[in-house]
């Protein structure tokens, strides 16, 4: 959590990316989201639970949620007034220590994934919300999965097409609107871009894709 946040007990830092589970390719998302947004925190989740009738996306954490995105505060007063830890769950974390709990505060986030076909990098974006649901109901869906680790998120895009596209359970996301510099770099990089959502249908492809 605190290597992926941008402070620690010593006080303001730049953020370390951190991913979980030996996930290389959601490292590497996250350092170029990183480095889109100037520097801000970001997230690795769990693709854990989707409530159809809310159309409400569960994203939980996989053990390393910055706490920034509590509050989205770079003063960690603020985002700890919202944290509880936990003894973390011995059926995930067998050596023990702390689960951190919070709900995402509310605000715009980038959601991206590298995949990888055929030998070669693609990337899956998408244009998202983090919601702030009220108090009852919050603790009535976190409890469908587990407790902590929460980020309730609305997709600018339908069920059928995130399924179908999206390769990967692990999800990355950093605060803003950041579609079209992820776009750019791709472009720039020799990376497909695959934008979902109307974001994608709004996208010019560049004079190379159309000479093919």
């Not at 179908?164 to 497909?192: D, Q």
């Amino acid at each position: 959590m605190l290597m992926n946040d941008p402070y620690d007990w010593n006080g303001a830092k730049e953020s370390t990316v951190c991913a979980t589970e030996a996930d290389s390719l959601a490292a590497v998302t996250m350092q170029l989201l990183k480095y889109i947004s100037g520097g801000l925190p970001v997230l690795f989740m769990d693709v854990r639970l989707y409530h159809p009738d809310k159309d409400l996306w569960d994203l939980c954490n996989s053990g390393n949620h910055a706490s920034w995105y509590a509050s989205r505060s770079m003063n960690p007063e603020e985002n700890f007034k919202k944290i509880t830890f936990h003894p973390a769950l011995e059926y995930y974390f067998k050596a023990g220590g702390a689960s951190v709990e919070f709900d995402a505060a509310p605000g715009e986030i980038t959601f991206a994934r590298l995949g990888l076909w055929d030998d070669k990098l693609y990337m899956v974006m998408v244009l998202g919300e983090a919601v702030e649901l009220p108090r009852e109901e919050r603790i009535r869906l976190n409890a469908e999965t587990n407790p902590t680790w929460h980020v309730h998120a609305k997709l600018h895009c339908d069920f059928e097409e995130f399924l179908k596209l999206f390769p990967c359970n692990h999800i990355l996301g950093v605060a803003g609107n950041h579609i079209r510099a992820l776009t750019y770099l791709c472009e720039i990089s020799g990376v497909e871009p695959i934008i979902l959502g109307s974001e994608g249908q709004r996208r010019v492809k560049p004079i190379w894709d159309r000479i093919k």
